[in-house]
């Protein structure tokens, strides 16, 4: 079955510093891919998506991931974070071989002054 | 006023008891989705339903029910809770994909329901 790994579950930064969070899936046809952010205490929200085309994908806030198809990869990057970028971040990938959206187990980004 | 929403925000019950979440949403999209959002797994998808009469098993349906009584209602009912049902649960919608490489639209995430099962 596939999956989608995030193998960092908690990052922390300096504020300023440069972000990069790693996403792999396991699938090798056509995937459509997801970055959401979770605010403390509040509900998931779309940071971008890529469904074809450019790999590398700008969001909003400052955020791009870019789509390696041969790494089935899928990094989301932010040069220089800030402090309200602490958040719970979540690759999703959906597959067309199923009607199931994965989801990753979710890192977590503190950013410090 | 918020486009997906669910009630009840928070809910503490007793193993056995029968629980039904609610998800309303305004912005007219025909897909709603069940998803349970547990420490260290990220979200799975419970249930979900592309339209009034579609009802589909997602990844851990087992112990779940659904019923989308309308295009804007998506309910998920425990029949009988029990503690590892214990979750943050979230409803979602999303509008069909309607261009060409796109195999499921992004979706609109519900504030959640905090539930404790005793």
């Known amino acids: 079955a596939q999956s989608v790994s995030q193998h960092n579950h908690h990052v922390i930064l300096s504020e300023a510093a440069s972000l990069e969070l790693g996403c792999n899936y396991s699938?090798?046809?056509?995937?459509?891919l997801f970055w959401y952010v979770q605010y403390p205490g509040q509900h998931l929200q779309l940071l971008l998506k890529?469904?074809?085309?450019?790999?590398l994908v700008k969001g909003i806030k400052g955020f791009e991931a870019e789509f390696i198809k041969s790494k089935f990869s899928f990094n989301l990057r932010k040069p220089s974070v800030q402090l309200s970028d602490t958040a719970e971040y979540f690759c999703?990938?959906?597959?067309?071989?199923?009607?199931?959206?994965?989801f990753g187990a979710g890192t977590r980004l503190t950013v410090k002054p | 006023d918020a486009d997906v929403t669910q009630t009840p925000r928070n809910r503490i019950t007793k193993t056995g008891k029968r629980i039904m979440l609610e998800c309303s949403q305004t912005k007219g999209h025909d897909r709603m989705y069940w998803y349970r959002q547990d420490p260290g797994l990220g979200l799975r998808l419970i249930y979900y339903?592309?339209?009034?009469?579609?009802?589909n098993k997602g990844e851990i349906s087992d112990g779940y029910s659904v019923s989308r009584q309308a295009q804007a209602k998506f309910s998920l009912s425990l029949e009988s809770a029990i503690p590892n049902q214990t979750a943050l649960y979230f409803c979602a919608t999303s509008a069909p994909p309607g261009l060409a490489g796109v195999v499921w639209n992004e979706q609109f995430f519900g504030p959640g329901t905090r539930l404790t099962v005793l």
């Open positions: 699938y090798g046809g056509t995937v459509n």
């Open positions: 890529y469904f074809s085309g450019d790999p």
């Open positions: 339903s592309f339209d009034v009469k579609d009802i």
């Open positions: 999703a990938v959906k597959t067309d071989n199923n009607n199931d959206m994965r």
